[in-house]
T-cell receptor, first 114, second 114 residues
Framework: AQTVTQSQPEMSVQEAETVTLSCTYD???????LFWYKQPPSRQMILVIR??????QNATENRFSVNFQKAAKSFSLKISDSQLGDAAMYFC???????????FGKGTKLSVKP | DTAVSQTPKYLVTQMGNDKSIKCEQN?????MYWYKQDSKKFLKIMFS???????INETVPNRFSPKSPDKAHLNLHINSLELGDSAVYFC?????????????FGSGTRLTVV
């Protein structure tokens, strides 16, 4: 069975600084996607970024980028120039072909200090 | 124009009652899901429907019964509510079951059983 592990329950970053959130996963599938979702206090789940397993190039969306290490099964999220609005729970998620549903990690709560 | 709408947003009810949560998506997606987010923020799949057909039914008490009258709607009915059912329930949809499609989430329903 596929699993997703986020080893940092909480992280803190100073405004305008850079922070990296860790995620590892376990799978025997070759075709899959990885996602990062953000959940602010409003409770809404917001897609931040996604990465296809077959692509070696790391995905980037404005201040958000990933470091995808397929062999190590690692998928970390880097947030540059952190803003107060980045404070939220961040969930790493896996989607493979065998089940077709998103499998989530336990989340990392990110605080941003002014 | 809300893409995935859930009603109600908040639900407070007594133990033993029966309640329903409704979900509708206007994205034309084929696949819909119910997830439960517990007090520790962990998100776990409960059910998935593809074109009105049940495809995922995780280990959930049979007091929980999903119903999909058409592919735009997926409702969740809960019988004989228990204290442990208190959680946030998220509905989500995706284009189809393909690995490359992430989810669009509803805003969640916070269920409190007293």
């Amino acid at each position: 069975a596929q699993t997703v592990t986020q080893s940092q329950p909480e992280m803190s970053v100073q405004e305008a600084e850079t922070v990296t959130l860790s995620c590892t996963y376990d799978t025997s599938e070759s075709d899959y996607y990885l996602f990062w979702y953000k959940q602010p206090p409003s409770r809404q789940m917001i897609l931040v970024i996604r990465q296809e397993a077959y692509k070696q190039q790391n995905a980037t969306e404005n201040r958000f980028s990933v470091n995808f290490q397929k062999a190590a099964k690692s998928f970390s999220l880097k947030i540059s120039d952190s803003q107060l609005g980045d404070a939220a729970m961040y969930f790493c998620a896996y989607k493979g072909g065998s089940q077709g549903n998103l499998i989530f990690g336990k989340g990392t709560k990110l605080s941003v200090k002014p | 124009d809300t893409a995935v709408s859930q009603t109600p947003k908040y639900l407070v009810t007594q133990m033993g009652n029966d309640k329903s949560i409704k979900c509708e998506q206007n994205l034309g997606h084929d696949t819909m899901y119910w997830y439960k987010q517990d007090s520790k923020k962990f998100l776990k799949i409960m059910f998935s429907y593809n074109n009105k057909e049940l495809i995922i039914n995780e280990t959930v008490p049979n007091r929980f019964s999903p119903k999909s009258p058409d592919k735009a709607h997926l409702n969740l009915h809960i019988n004989s509510l228990e204290l442990g059912d208190s959680a946030v329930y998220f509905c989500a949809s995706s284009q189809n079951r393909g690995v490359n499609y992430g989810y669009t989430f509803g805003s969640g329903t916070r269920l409190t059983v007293v």
